[in-house]
């Protein structure tokens, strides 16, 4: 676009990505055992999904400024982590195994996920 609106967009959806990545790996790690706090595993992915959310967002328009369609291929693994965090929020249950069930049963997986939008973030440079 001529008034600058798509750079604009690819500037917040790179300093995105690159919170959804500290966001991952602090995630990844309360998974693995690092920490065991409920509250912290919680929050983290709380903000993971709020940051996907938003560049799910940005890559949508995006794509429509630029004249291009795209489809947003991981609403399952974002609908899996709200299930998870509701159902958090009515059982006294610990919520590191609802969390990693989440994400393992997610088409596509976290991973792979994240390895689309560190693609993107190296085209956006």
Same mark, same amino acid.
């Given at each position: 676009?001529?008034?600058?609106?798509?750079?604009?967009?690819?500037?917040?959806?790179?300093?995105?990505?690159?919170?959804?990545? =500290?966001?991952?790996?602090?995630?990844?790690?309360? @998974?693995?055992?690092?920490? *065991? !706090?409920? %509250? /912290?595993?919680?929050?983290?992915?709380?903000?993971?999904?709020?940051?996907?959310?938003?560049?799910?967002?940005?890559?949508?328009?995006?794509?429509?400024?630029?004249? =291009?369609?795209?489809?947003?291929?991981?609403?399952? @693994?974002?609908?899996?982590? *709200? !299930?998870? %965090? /509701?159902?958090?929020?009515?059982?006294?249950?610990?919520?590191?195994?609802?969390?990693?069930?989440?994400?393992?049963?997610?088409?596509?997986?976290?991973?792979?996920?994240?390895?689309?939008?560190?693609?993107?973030?190296?085209?956006?440079?």
């Amino acid at each position: 676009m001529r008034d600058g609106t798509d750079e604009i967009i690819k500037t917040k959806l790179y300093g995105e990505i690159e919170t959804l990545e =500290q966001q991952y790996r602090a995630l990844k790690g309360y @998974l693995a055992g690092k920490d *065991d !706090n409920s %509250l /912290e595993i919680v929050g983290a992915a709380k903000g993971f999904r709020d940051t996907l959310n938003k560049i799910s967002t940005r890559v949508l328009t995006l794509y429509t400024l630029e004249g =291009q369609k795209t489809k947003i291929t991981w609403d399952s @693994l974002l609908t899996n982590i *709200d !299930n998870a %965090l /509701e159902t958090l929020k009515s059982s006294r249950s610990k919520p590191k195994p609802a969390i990693q069930l989440a994400l393992n049963i997610s088409e596509p997986k976290i991973e792979e996920v994240m390895s689309y939008l560190l693609t993107l973030k190296k085209s956006l440079q």
